[in-house]
């Protein structure tokens, strides 16, 4: 299971930092990853990263703003975004997978999602 917390309101140029629990140790192949959805579009990518070896990847729209990391020990996923801009607004969600693609359907875990508004 995977849990997401940290979302809320802020203003354009702020920063949050969602966190995603996992109940269970990932194994050393896992990748995590995040992933957005705003109101009347699809779900996108937005980083992901290898358990073990983190190897972070980030969409374009995110690069340079975003950084994603993991808490080994504790089994926690991090997604740090600063300079939000509006267009950042969305549902983010965790998701846990074992393959190195940015392709939603491969993951095959997912949280609850956690709401970020960026007010303008």
């Known amino acids: 299971e995977l849990v997401e917390s940290g979302g809320g309101s802020v203003q354009a140029g702020g920063s949050l930092r969602l966190s995603c629990a996992a109940s269970e140790r990932a194994s050393s192949s896992a990748v995590l990853a995040w992933f957005r959805q705003a109101p009347g579009k699809e779900r996108e990518f937005v980083a992901l990263i290898r358990w073990r070896n983190t190897s972070p990847f980030y969409a374009d729209s995110v690069k340079g703003r975003f950084t994603i990391s993991r808490d080994n020990p504790k089994n926690i996923l991090y997604l740090q975004m600063n300079s939000l801009k509006p267009e950042d607004t969305a549902v983010y969600y965790c998701?846990?997978?074992?393959?190195?693609?940015?392709?939603?359907?491969?993951?095959?875990?997912w949280g609850q999602g956690t709401q970020v508004t960026v007010a303008s």
């Open positions: 998701a846990l997978g074992s393959q190195y693609e940015r392709n939603e359907r491969t993951y095959h875990t």
